[in-house]
Protein backbone atom coordinates (compact mmCIF):
# COMPACT_ATOMS: atom_id res chain seq x y z
CA UNK A 1 0.00 0.00 0.00
CA UNK A 2 1.26 3.95 -0.91
CA UNK A 3 2.35 5.89 2.03
CA UNK A 4 2.91 9.29 1.66
CA UNK A 5 6.33 11.07 2.15
CA UNK A 6 7.36 14.23 3.99
CA UNK A 7 7.22 16.01 0.32
CA UNK A 8 3.80 14.33 -1.12
CA UNK A 9 5.25 11.68 -3.55
CA UNK A 10 4.10 8.31 -1.92
CA UNK A 11 6.29 5.79 -1.69
CA UNK A 12 6.04 3.78 -4.91
CA UNK A 13 6.35 7.02 -6.41
CA UNK A 14 10.14 7.55 -5.53
CA UNK A 15 10.64 4.33 -6.48
CA UNK A 16 9.16 4.53 -10.21
CA UNK A 17 10.94 8.13 -10.41
CA UNK A 18 14.28 7.41 -8.19
CA UNK A 19 16.48 8.35 -11.20
CA UNK A 20 15.11 11.28 -12.21
CA UNK A 21 14.48 12.52 -8.35
CA UNK A 22 18.41 12.22 -8.13
CA UNK A 23 18.53 14.49 -10.95
CA UNK A 24 16.38 17.27 -10.50
CA UNK A 25 15.36 16.91 -6.27
CA UNK A 26 12.48 15.71 -5.02
CA UNK A 27 10.86 19.31 -4.62
CA UNK A 28 10.94 19.40 -8.57
CA UNK A 29 9.21 15.66 -8.64
CA UNK A 30 6.67 17.14 -6.53
CA UNK A 31 6.15 19.86 -8.64
CA UNK A 32 5.64 17.91 -11.79
CA UNK A 33 3.76 15.50 -9.76
CA UNK A 34 1.07 18.63 -9.26
CA UNK A 35 0.73 19.89 -12.87
CA UNK A 36 -1.62 19.43 -15.47
CA UNK A 37 -0.63 20.04 -19.67
CA UNK A 38 -2.08 20.49 -22.38
CA UNK A 39 -1.07 19.09 -25.64
CA UNK A 40 -2.38 19.96 -29.10
CA UNK A 41 -1.21 18.21 -31.98
CA UNK A 42 -0.14 14.65 -31.96
CA UNK A 43 2.09 15.19 -34.63
CA UNK A 44 5.22 12.83 -34.46
CA UNK A 45 6.87 16.07 -32.27
CA UNK A 46 3.34 16.17 -30.36
CA UNK A 47 3.88 12.48 -29.11
CA UNK A 48 7.60 12.93 -28.84
CA UNK A 49 6.51 16.25 -26.11
CA UNK A 50 3.43 13.76 -24.78
CA UNK A 51 5.87 10.85 -24.24
CA UNK A 52 8.64 12.58 -22.28
CA UNK A 53 5.75 14.47 -19.87
CA UNK A 54 4.42 11.08 -19.16
CA UNK A 55 7.43 9.67 -18.21
CA UNK A 56 8.25 12.76 -16.02
CA UNK A 57 5.28 11.98 -13.88
CA UNK A 58 2.73 14.98 -14.75
CA UNK A 59 -0.74 14.75 -12.80
CA UNK A 60 -2.71 14.88 -15.84
CA UNK A 61 -2.02 15.46 -19.45
CA UNK A 62 -4.70 16.05 -22.34
CA UNK A 63 -4.47 14.98 -25.82
CA UNK A 64 -6.12 17.63 -28.18
CA UNK A 65 -6.59 16.77 -31.90
CA UNK A 66 -9.45 17.45 -34.24
CA UNK A 67 -7.25 15.38 -37.03
CA UNK A 68 -7.94 11.95 -38.52
CA UNK A 69 -5.05 9.74 -38.33
CA UNK A 70 -3.41 9.73 -41.89
CA UNK A 71 -0.36 6.88 -43.50
CA UNK A 72 1.71 9.80 -43.21
CA UNK A 73 0.61 9.94 -39.26
CA UNK A 74 1.97 6.30 -38.47
CA UNK A 75 5.57 7.03 -40.16
CA UNK A 76 5.93 10.05 -37.18
CA UNK A 77 3.84 9.77 -34.47
CA UNK A 78 5.06 5.82 -32.42
CA UNK A 79 1.61 5.66 -30.66
CA UNK A 80 -0.66 4.96 -33.62
CA UNK A 81 -0.72 1.39 -35.56
CA UNK A 82 -2.43 1.12 -39.38
CA UNK A 83 -6.05 0.00 -37.31
CA UNK A 84 -5.47 3.88 -36.19
CA UNK A 85 -6.01 5.40 -39.78
CA UNK A 86 -9.20 7.00 -39.97
CA UNK A 87 -9.66 7.91 -36.11
CA UNK A 88 -8.94 10.77 -34.34
CA UNK A 89 -5.39 11.19 -33.78
CA UNK A 90 -5.70 12.37 -29.70
CA UNK A 91 -8.22 9.82 -29.46
CA UNK A 92 -5.90 6.94 -31.13
CA UNK A 93 -3.12 8.12 -29.57
CA UNK A 94 -4.06 7.87 -25.57
CA UNK A 95 -4.04 4.26 -25.21
CA UNK A 96 -0.58 3.34 -25.97
CA UNK A 97 0.21 7.01 -24.10
CA UNK A 98 -1.61 5.97 -21.27
CA UNK A 99 0.61 2.81 -21.06
CA UNK A 100 3.76 4.62 -20.51
CA UNK A 101 2.30 6.04 -16.76
CA UNK A 102 -0.85 4.34 -15.47
CA UNK A 103 0.07 7.11 -12.63
CA UNK A 104 -0.50 9.87 -14.78
CA UNK A 105 -4.43 11.03 -15.95
CA UNK A 106 -4.70 10.59 -19.72
CA UNK A 107 -7.88 12.35 -21.11
CA UNK A 108 -9.07 13.63 -24.90
CA UNK A 109 -10.66 16.68 -26.31
CA UNK A 110 -11.18 16.27 -30.12
CA UNK A 111 -11.83 20.18 -31.46
CA UNK A 112 -9.46 22.42 -33.09
CA UNK A 113 -6.93 24.90 -31.13
CA UNK A 114 -8.85 27.85 -32.39
CA UNK A 115 -11.24 27.02 -30.08
CA UNK A 116 -9.23 27.08 -27.40
CA UNK A 117 -10.82 30.12 -24.30
CA UNK A 118 -9.86 31.24 -21.46
CA UNK A 119 -11.62 29.23 -18.99
CA UNK A 120 -10.32 25.99 -21.06
CA UNK A 121 -6.54 27.40 -20.50
CA UNK A 122 -7.39 28.16 -17.05
CA UNK A 123 -7.44 24.50 -16.55
CA UNK A 124 -3.73 23.57 -17.05
CA UNK A 125 -0.58 24.80 -15.76
CA UNK A 126 1.12 24.80 -19.69
CA UNK A 127 -0.55 24.64 -23.02
CA UNK A 128 1.85 23.36 -25.24
CA UNK A 129 0.89 24.05 -29.49
CA UNK A 130 2.27 21.45 -31.88
CA UNK A 131 2.20 22.00 -35.82
CA UNK A 132 -0.13 25.36 -35.69
CA UNK A 133 -0.03 27.97 -37.97
CA UNK A 134 1.73 31.19 -36.61
CA UNK A 135 -1.72 32.94 -36.23
CA UNK A 136 -3.45 30.04 -34.65
CA UNK A 137 0.07 30.13 -32.03
CA UNK A 138 -0.54 33.57 -31.94
CA UNK A 139 -4.23 33.68 -31.02
CA UNK A 140 -3.80 31.03 -28.38
CA UNK A 141 -0.79 32.64 -27.16
CA UNK A 142 -2.93 35.67 -26.33
CA UNK A 143 -5.78 33.46 -24.29
CA UNK A 144 -3.17 31.77 -22.49
CA UNK A 145 -1.76 35.38 -21.36
CA UNK A 146 -5.49 36.50 -20.43
CA UNK A 147 -5.87 33.04 -18.48
CA UNK A 148 -2.42 33.76 -17.04
CA UNK A 149 -1.16 30.31 -18.28
CA UNK A 150 2.50 29.43 -19.75
CA UNK A 151 3.03 28.39 -23.16
CA UNK A 152 5.08 26.71 -26.08
CA UNK A 153 4.80 25.72 -29.19
CA UNK A 154 6.65 23.85 -31.85
CA UNK A 155 6.85 23.01 -35.45
CA UNK A 156 8.89 19.91 -37.54
CA UNK A 157 9.23 20.81 -40.91
CA UNK A 158 11.28 17.97 -42.81
CA UNK A 159 14.97 18.70 -41.60
CA UNK A 160 14.01 21.44 -39.78
CA UNK A 161 12.21 22.48 -36.53
CA UNK A 162 11.17 25.22 -33.97
CA UNK A 163 10.07 26.28 -31.36
CA UNK A 164 8.32 29.68 -29.27
CA UNK A 165 8.17 30.04 -25.80
CA UNK A 166 6.28 32.09 -23.61
CA UNK A 167 6.02 31.75 -19.72
CA UNK A 168 4.90 35.10 -18.64
CA UNK A 169 7.00 36.43 -15.94
CA UNK A 170 9.19 33.22 -14.76
CA UNK A 171 10.83 33.39 -11.13
CA UNK A 172 13.40 31.28 -10.63
CA UNK A 173 16.62 30.85 -8.08
CA UNK A 174 19.49 28.93 -9.15
CA UNK A 175 21.35 26.40 -6.87
CA UNK A 176 24.82 27.48 -6.07
CA UNK A 177 27.69 25.17 -6.13
CA UNK A 178 30.42 25.48 -3.40
CA UNK A 179 33.46 23.73 -2.66
CA UNK A 180 34.18 20.48 -1.16
CA UNK A 181 35.79 22.07 1.92
CA UNK A 182 33.42 24.89 2.34
CA UNK A 183 31.89 24.67 5.87
CA UNK A 184 29.01 26.38 6.64
CA UNK A 185 27.01 26.94 10.33
CA UNK A 186 23.63 26.01 10.31
CA UNK A 187 21.41 28.35 9.70
CA UNK A 188 24.31 30.59 7.89
CA UNK A 189 23.12 29.67 4.32
CA UNK A 190 21.73 32.98 2.52
CA UNK A 191 18.98 31.77 0.29
CA UNK A 192 19.33 33.80 -3.06
CA UNK A 193 16.58 36.05 -4.18
CA UNK A 194 14.16 34.89 -7.33
CA UNK A 195 15.55 36.02 -10.31
CA UNK A 196 12.78 37.82 -12.81
CA UNK A 197 12.67 36.44 -16.52
CA UNK A 198 9.76 37.95 -18.58
CA UNK A 199 8.71 36.91 -21.93
CA UNK A 200 7.86 38.69 -25.02
CA UNK A 201 3.86 37.63 -26.59
CA UNK A 202 4.48 35.56 -29.51
CA UNK A 203 2.05 37.16 -31.87
CA UNK A 204 5.09 39.59 -33.34
CA UNK A 205 7.95 37.32 -32.49
CA UNK A 206 8.91 36.72 -35.79
CA UNK A 207 9.10 40.63 -36.76
CA UNK A 208 12.75 42.34 -37.36
CA UNK A 209 13.85 45.81 -35.27
CA UNK A 210 15.78 47.42 -37.76
CA UNK A 211 18.54 50.16 -36.09
CA UNK A 212 20.88 52.29 -38.15
CA UNK A 213 23.07 52.58 -35.06
CA UNK A 214 25.89 49.95 -34.39
CA UNK A 215 23.73 47.21 -32.34
CA UNK A 216 25.47 46.68 -29.36
CA UNK A 217 23.63 45.09 -26.05
CA UNK A 218 20.98 42.40 -27.29
CA UNK A 219 21.82 42.38 -31.09
CA UNK A 220 22.80 39.78 -33.28
CA UNK A 221 24.53 39.42 -36.65
CA UNK A 222 22.47 38.57 -40.01
CA UNK A 223 24.82 36.37 -41.46
CA UNK A 224 25.50 33.76 -38.51
CA UNK A 225 21.42 32.91 -38.64
CA UNK A 226 20.28 29.30 -39.03
CA UNK A 227 18.86 28.73 -42.19
CA UNK A 228 16.34 27.18 -40.17
CA UNK A 229 14.93 30.98 -38.99
CA UNK A 230 14.53 31.57 -42.48
CA UNK A 231 12.92 28.54 -43.45
CA UNK A 232 10.00 29.50 -40.84
CA UNK A 233 10.07 32.86 -41.69
CA UNK A 234 8.95 31.67 -45.26
CA UNK A 235 6.63 28.76 -43.95
CA UNK A 236 4.86 31.20 -41.50
CA UNK A 237 4.40 33.74 -44.28
CA UNK A 238 2.98 30.56 -46.78
CA UNK A 239 0.82 29.66 -43.94
CA UNK A 240 -0.81 33.60 -43.87
CA UNK A 241 -2.01 33.10 -47.39
CA UNK A 242 -3.04 30.01 -47.83
CA UNK A 243 -4.07 29.08 -44.28
CA UNK A 244 -2.14 25.80 -44.22
CA UNK A 245 1.11 24.22 -44.62
CA UNK A 246 2.20 23.28 -48.20
CA UNK A 247 2.05 19.88 -49.46
CA UNK A 248 4.03 20.03 -52.20
CA UNK A 249 2.12 20.52 -54.93
CA UNK A 250 3.53 23.16 -57.92
CA UNK A 251 1.64 25.83 -57.03
CA UNK A 252 3.00 25.43 -53.48
CA UNK A 253 6.27 25.14 -54.27
CA UNK A 254 6.11 28.68 -56.34
CA UNK A 255 4.49 30.83 -53.66
CA UNK A 256 7.55 28.85 -51.26
CA UNK A 257 10.05 30.47 -53.68
CA UNK A 258 8.99 33.52 -54.12
CA UNK A 259 8.39 34.10 -50.38
CA UNK A 260 11.60 33.00 -50.03
CA UNK A 261 12.68 35.82 -52.04
CA UNK A 262 10.76 38.31 -50.37
CA UNK A 263 12.36 37.40 -47.29
CA UNK A 264 15.76 37.98 -48.67
CA UNK A 265 14.48 41.24 -50.19
CA UNK A 266 13.81 42.29 -46.55
CA UNK A 267 17.04 41.34 -45.35
CA UNK A 268 18.94 43.00 -48.02
CA UNK A 269 18.52 46.23 -46.11
CA UNK A 270 20.82 44.65 -43.34
CA UNK A 271 24.60 45.96 -43.06
CA UNK A 272 25.98 41.34 -43.65
CA UNK A 273 25.14 39.64 -46.82
CA UNK A 274 22.20 36.92 -45.90
CA UNK A 275 21.98 34.01 -48.20
CA UNK A 276 19.47 30.85 -47.77
CA UNK A 277 19.61 28.44 -50.64
CA UNK A 278 16.45 27.99 -52.90
CA UNK A 279 16.69 24.18 -52.80
CA UNK A 280 15.27 24.61 -49.24
CA UNK A 281 11.79 23.66 -50.28
CA UNK A 282 12.87 20.16 -51.40
CA UNK A 283 13.66 19.56 -47.98
CA UNK A 284 10.53 20.40 -45.45
CA UNK A 285 8.09 18.00 -46.22
CA UNK A 286 7.09 15.46 -43.69
CA UNK A 287 8.26 14.85 -40.01
CA UNK A 288 11.21 13.36 -39.53
CA UNK A 289 11.66 11.19 -36.33
CA UNK A 290 15.33 12.05 -35.27
CA UNK A 291 14.20 15.95 -35.75
CA UNK A 292 10.55 15.15 -33.70
CA UNK A 293 12.49 13.77 -30.90
CA UNK A 294 15.56 16.45 -30.51
CA UNK A 295 13.04 19.05 -30.60
CA UNK A 296 10.42 17.10 -28.64
CA UNK A 297 12.88 16.64 -26.03
CA UNK A 298 13.87 20.30 -25.65
CA UNK A 299 10.01 21.29 -25.44
CA UNK A 300 9.33 19.01 -22.61
CA UNK A 301 12.87 19.83 -20.50
CA UNK A 302 11.92 23.49 -21.05
CA UNK A 303 8.73 23.17 -19.52
CA UNK A 304 9.98 20.95 -16.00
CA UNK A 305 12.40 23.60 -16.31
CA UNK A 306 9.94 26.22 -16.19
CA UNK A 307 8.01 24.03 -13.26
CA UNK A 308 11.18 23.63 -11.35
CA UNK A 309 12.07 27.29 -11.11
CA UNK A 310 15.21 25.63 -9.85
CA UNK A 311 17.05 26.88 -13.41
CA UNK A 312 17.30 30.07 -16.23
CA UNK A 313 13.99 29.35 -18.68
CA UNK A 314 14.94 29.67 -21.92
CA UNK A 315 13.95 33.04 -23.64
CA UNK A 316 12.49 32.41 -26.06
CA UNK A 317 12.66 30.50 -29.37
CA UNK A 318 15.28 27.42 -30.73
CA UNK A 319 15.42 26.37 -34.49
CA UNK A 320 16.97 23.28 -35.22
CA UNK A 321 18.85 22.68 -38.72
CA UNK A 322 18.77 18.58 -39.44
CA UNK A 323 21.53 19.11 -42.13
CA UNK A 324 23.89 21.12 -40.14
CA UNK A 325 22.40 19.16 -36.93
CA UNK A 326 23.07 22.28 -34.44
CA UNK A 327 20.51 24.62 -32.16
CA UNK A 328 20.17 27.79 -32.38
CA UNK A 329 18.79 29.74 -29.24
CA UNK A 330 17.71 33.28 -30.49
CA UNK A 331 15.75 36.00 -27.94
CA UNK A 332 12.92 37.23 -29.96
CA UNK A 333 11.77 39.51 -32.11
CA UNK A 334 15.05 40.32 -33.77
CA UNK A 335 17.29 43.76 -33.17
CA UNK A 336 19.65 43.86 -36.99
CA UNK A 337 21.64 46.64 -37.89
CA UNK A 338 20.39 47.86 -41.50
CA UNK A 339 22.16 49.91 -44.03
CA UNK A 340 22.20 53.84 -43.35
Known sequence: ?????????????????????????????????????????????????????????????????????????????????????????????????????????????????????????RQFSFVCLMEQTF???????????????????????????CGFFDFLEQTYRMAQTVSKDEVHEIGSVEIAEGTLESYHPLEHVLDVQWKTKKVQKGGRRAKMLSDSYFVFQVLFRFTNI???????????????????????????????????SASFADYIFGQLSPVCAILGGFLASQIINAISEKVQPFNNAIFYDGFENNCQLLKLPLILQCKS
Not at 263 to 269: I, S, Y
Request: charged share 25%; aromatic share 6%.
Open 242 to 276: RGSFPFGSQQDMVILRKLRDEVLAEFDKCTEKVEF
Open 135 to 161: ETIGKVNQVCRQAHVRFCSGNVAGYFG
Open 1 to 121: MDRDTADGITADEFRLYDRQIRLWGLDTQRKIRESSVLVCGLSGLGAEVAKNLMLAGVKSLTLMDSEEVTEADLRANFFLVPEDIGKNRATASSARCRELNPGVSVSVVTSPAEGLNVDHC
